[in-house]
């Protein structure tokens, strides 16, 4: 019984060694970075529509027949390739560009599905895989771009990049980690030429930085050996100064003895001084006591009676002024109202006058334009009567030339006769050859010039005539037929001689 119990209890344990052995070698668990892929049956994957014809397990154990079912493991660790890639820019200039690119496989099971299929057994040429694709996106890209894009924004040049490698390495079943161009070489030395102005400036720049650094520490270092030497000379002061009182002191003791004698007599001096100032202060209190008071009491009596005679004298001028005040004030007032009074009635006077002489200029006014009316009506009737006797004038004139002058010389005879007479007006002494006759014929001839100045004007008229084509006028002949005397002109013994 102990012996079968044994045999039993032996092979229960063998068979619990067994299943134990058994399921180690059928479970398999995946590591964190890691993916199992079991392929031998038909599965369905999440994510994927259709079976792939294996199984993948992440994070987690599964079993797995022997013989029938094979794992195999594919990393999720990140990886990491180098980019050295020739590239030619937009401006024709060959760059060298490095970078670098880290990946791994994508942790969802499409990401892992890709990647077993194309790298599961070559993972160890995954970086020689991705290096190709971006070198071909990276040289597409950079010939799109000038070298100062790169230079100044290489951002853009690595997002142009992801984005453009994007897809491929979705396919790939791989993800970017990051993108990273570290360096871009320029053999041609396109770069350095293009940075040399810059370079000039800024070495421009420290220089100008260095001279103003330098100017500032050599005014700085002039500062303070300007204030070394203040302060040097101020030490020297203060030494000559406490040399000075050394000095002093050292004459003072030396003059010790001597000050002292002389400070004794000066005490003697002052104390003498002192007595003879006593003395005096007391003669001049005697004097006050005897002259001064008695003095001064007779000053203040006669002083007090001259104040109150004063007193007396400017209360009697007060009262005198008051009453003048007084006085002139009622005067002052009997003549404001007088000259109100006056003001008034000349007031109301001024406008009487005012409004009489208003009333004056009115009537003035009136008179002056009714007798201005009167003048030019009179004046309008004369200057009618002019114009309408010179228009029968003017028709007298033309129908009978000779009667209106006959007229005219007719009417001014007498001034005529006075104008020619007016020539012996003059004369003092005259001298007659011929006697009376001679007195007739000079009377005569004064007489007839109103005649001659008829035959002016018959002339002037023919004269007129003839201009304007009316024929001659011929000369008034006499009431007789014979000339007129007017133009017989006798001679004097003188004319004949």
């Known amino acids: 019984m102990p012996m079968i119990i044994g045999v039993v209890a032996g092979l229960v344990l063998a068979a619990i060694i067994i299943v134990i052995g058994l399921f180690k070698l059928m479970w398999r668990v995946a590591e964190p970075n890691e993916a199992l892929v079991i392929s031998g049956s038909r599965h369905r994957t999440e994510g994927i529509e259709e079976g792939l014809g294996f199984r993948i397990v992440t994070g987690r154990g599964t079993f797995v027949v022997p013989g029938v079912q094979a794992v195999r493991k594919l990393s999720l660790d990140l990886n990491e390739t180098e980019l050295l890639v020739d590239c030619v820019t937009q401006q024709g200039i060959p760059l060298k560009v490095r970078g670098v690119v880290i990946f791994k496989v994508g942790d969802d099971f499409v990401s892992i599905a890709n990647a077993a299929r194309r790298f599961l057994d070559q993972q160890k040429f995954m970086g020689d895989r991705v290096h190709n694709v971006f070198a071909g996106h990276l040289r597409s890209i950079v010939g799109g771009l000038t070298v100062e894009d790169m230079i100044r924004d290489r951002e853009k040049l690595t997002g142009q990049t992801r984005a453009a490698s994007g897809s491929e390495m979705e396919k790939l079943g791989l993800i970017i980690d990051s993108l990273q161009i570290h360096e871009i070489e320029d053999p041609t030395g396109y770069i350095k030429n293009l940075a040399a102005p810059h370079a000039a ?29 203040e302060a040097t000379r101020d030490s020297e002061i203060l030494q000559a100064g406490y040399q000075a009182e050394r000095d002093k002191a050292a004459a003072t003791s030396r003059q010790a003895g001597p000050l002292s004698e002389a400070a004794a007599k000066q005490e003697v001096v002052v104390q003498e001084t002192r ?38 004298r400017i209360s009697a001028a007060q009262a005198k002024a008051k009453e003048t005040e007084l006085a002139a004030i009622a005067e002052a007032n009997r003549v404001k109202i007088a000259a109100a009074a006056q003001a008034e009635m000349t007031k109301v006077s001024g406008l009487a006058q005012a409004a009489a ?26 200057g009618l009567a002019e114009a309408a006797s010179i228009q029968a004038r003017a028709e007298a004139l033309a129908t009978n030339q000779e009667a209106v002058v006959a007229q005219q010389l007719a009417e001014n005879w007498p001034e005529i006769v006075k104008a020619g007479a007016s020539a012996f007006g003059n004369v003092e002494h005259m001298v007659l050859l011929n006697g009376a006759d001679g007195m007739s014929d000079m009377f005569a001839k004064a007489l007839t010039m109103g005649g001659t100045g008829l035959g002016l004007a018959r002339q002037l008229l023919a004269s007129m005539g003839t201009e304007n084509g009316a024929g001659t006028v011929p000369p008034p002949a006499s009431p007789n037929g014979s000339t007129p005397r007017s133009h017989l002109i006798p001679l004097q013994d003188d004319d004949k001689a």
């Not at 103003?212 to 050996?225: C, G, N, P, V």
């Open 201 to 229: 400036a800024v070495h421009r720049d420290a220089r100008i930085a260095q001279a103003e650094a330098d100017r500032l520490a050599t005014e700085a270092e002039q500062k303070a050996a300007a204030r070394m030497s």
């Open 275 to 312: 007595v003879a100032e006593l003395e005096a202060q007391r003669r001049e209190q005697q004097l006050q006591v005897d002259v001064r008071k008695p003095a001064d009491a007779k000053a203040y009596e006669k002083r007090t009676l001259a104040e109150a005679e004063r007193d007396v």
């Open 357 to 382: 002489t208003r009333a004056t200029g009115e009537a003035e006014a009136a008179a002056t334009q009714a007798r201005g009316l009167a003048e030019a009506e009179a004046a309008k009737a004369k």
